[in-house]
């Protein structure tokens, strides 16, 4: 799931090295579009519902981050 | 769940009037840069709004909506029973700006007249506002006004929002008659979100707050009075709040994407609505969209947006379902068949009522 979250993530800002940032947020690499961008594709692709209470630095600063709340998320369906 | 139905009203007028001053967002390359400025145009799909002078008001453009359609439709105003305005932009904290347009309408004193205070959903509440008064009530015909100027309260270096604000009003026309198809409405809200889209200063709670720019959370500067926008909250909570709420609507009413002709939806933005339309296989044909020449006209973009595409088309009649979300958060939709015949043109106007500039208590 890692690899496809990578691959989304890049289709959105293929200039961002997502494999090895842990700032994403917290350091200002992406902005609001490229965060609801990011959500709605991660919605559409494991069938999900990212919330505002989701909206957390903490669950978009990696894509570890990224994969554990969409992870969570998906047990929680 | 607050879904609302009523057999007998029919929406039999709209109008729009906007200010003539045609803002360009490639002109904010002068502030902000370049690139930010493509990306915007490219996001949102804006790249013209217009804007109001100094005192003109939400009231005047929705005053000059109003009167156009008294006119045309060749309304008696003693008929009208009910002048509801919903806006976050009045002329004064109070009295509320439906007064002011009672007065400059000419309307009876067997008039309700009072205002809604909400934004971007203003349109959806005040429809079905207007239409439990008149289902409730011997009223037949009710003016419903919506209209914001967010422009003014927007700060000019807020690159996150006065880019994206258009000022307009409409004036809808409702009439009690046997022959309606039915308006079927739903409404919800979520006060959770009330930090979302907020102007914190210069009301009740805080009423002598600081007029001195502040660094906010999203390294942009504004001041307590300025309008505020957590974008990223506001865009998480439509694209997973408005899909929903049109599938619910779906179901609750029998019907699905296919039976409508027309999505008359709240211009928030091109790239909310093509992710809106996307999830719900909306066909782009049947949402119109004026982003590119209004920008984001709050509550009034949905009807913005029909005087803009059916303002000249005669006697087609459109299955129309209308949506609209935002400050509170509220959000709603509701179904109408509405004829192109009752859609007026957009008017331009700068007229301001000069009457209501107070500059000098000795002018009270």
Redesign the interface.
């Known amino acids: 799931m890692q690899n496809r979250i990578i691959e989304i993530l890049d289709s959105i800002r293929p200039d961002v090295d997502f494999a090895n940032e842990k700032k994403l947020i917290d350091d200002?690499l992406l902005d609001?579009?490229d965060?609801?961008?990011i959500?709605?594709e991660l919605?559409?692709e494991y069938n999900i519902?990212?919330?505002?209470t989701e909206?957390k630095p903490e669950n978009f600063n990696s894509v570890e981050a990224i994969l554990n709340l969409v992870e969570k998320l998906k047990a929680s369906n | 769940m607050p879904i609302f139905n009523f057999d007998n009203i029919k929406i039999s007028g709209m109008a729009c009037a906007m200010p003539s001053n045609i803002t360009k967002t490639e002109s904010f390359k002068d502030i902000f840069s370049a690139e930010e400025v493509d990306k915007f145009m490219l996001m949102t799909g804006i790249t013209e709004t217009r804007r109001t002078s100094k005192y003109q008001t939400a009231s005047d453009l929705g005053y000059v909506a109003a009167e156009k359609l008294l006119q045309h439709k060749n309304i008696d105003r003693n008929e009208i029973g009910a002048l509801v305005f919903g806006t976050h932009s009045p002329d004064y904290r109070r009295p509320g700006s439906s007064s002011i347009v009672h007065k400059r309408l000419g309307l009876s004193i067997d008039t309700a007249v009072f205002d809604i205070s909400l934004g971007c959903s203003a349109f959806v509440y005040g429809i079905q506002t207007v239409a439990s008064m008149m289902n409730s009530s011997d009223i037949k015909k009710a003016l419903l006004i919506i209209g914001d100027t967010t422009g003014k309260t927007t700060n000019p270096i807020d690159r996150a929002s006065i880019m994206l604000i258009g000022e307009s009003s409409v004036a809808i026309l409702l009439e009690k008659t046997n022959d309606a198809s039915p308006i079927i409405s739903l409404v919800r809200s979520d006060g959770n979100g009330y930090r979302y889209l907020i102007v914190p200063g210069g009301a009740y709670r805080n009423i002598d707050a600081s007029h001195e720019n502040e660094i906010c959370h999203d390294g942009i500067e504004r001041n307590l009075h300025n309008s505020i926008m957590q974008g990223t909250s506001v865009f998480t909570f439509t694209i997973s709040d408005i899909p929903k709420l049109m599938k619910d609507f779906w179901a609750l009413t029998n019907t699905s994407v296919d039976d409508y002709d027309c999505y008359a939806f709240h211009q928030a933005n091109l790239y909310i609505l093509q992710q809106i339309a996307k999830k719900l296989k909306i066909p782009a044909d049947k949402m119109p969209l004026t982003l590119s020449k209004y920008g984001n006209t709050s509550g009034a973009s949905p009807i913005v947006t029909l005087c803009d595409t059916f303002g000249n088309v005669e006697g087609k009649e459109l299955n129309t379902l209308f949506c609209a979300f935002g400050v509170g958060l509220s959000w709603g939709a509701f179904s109408a068949k509405i004829n192109t015949s009752d859609i007026l043109p957009i008017i331009e106007d700068d007229s301001v009522f000069e009457e209501g500039i107070i500059r000098s208590m000795k002018e009270l």
Do not use: Q, T
């Open positions: 200002g609001s579009f965060i609801v961008s959500i709605s919605n559409d519902s990212i919330r505002v909206l």
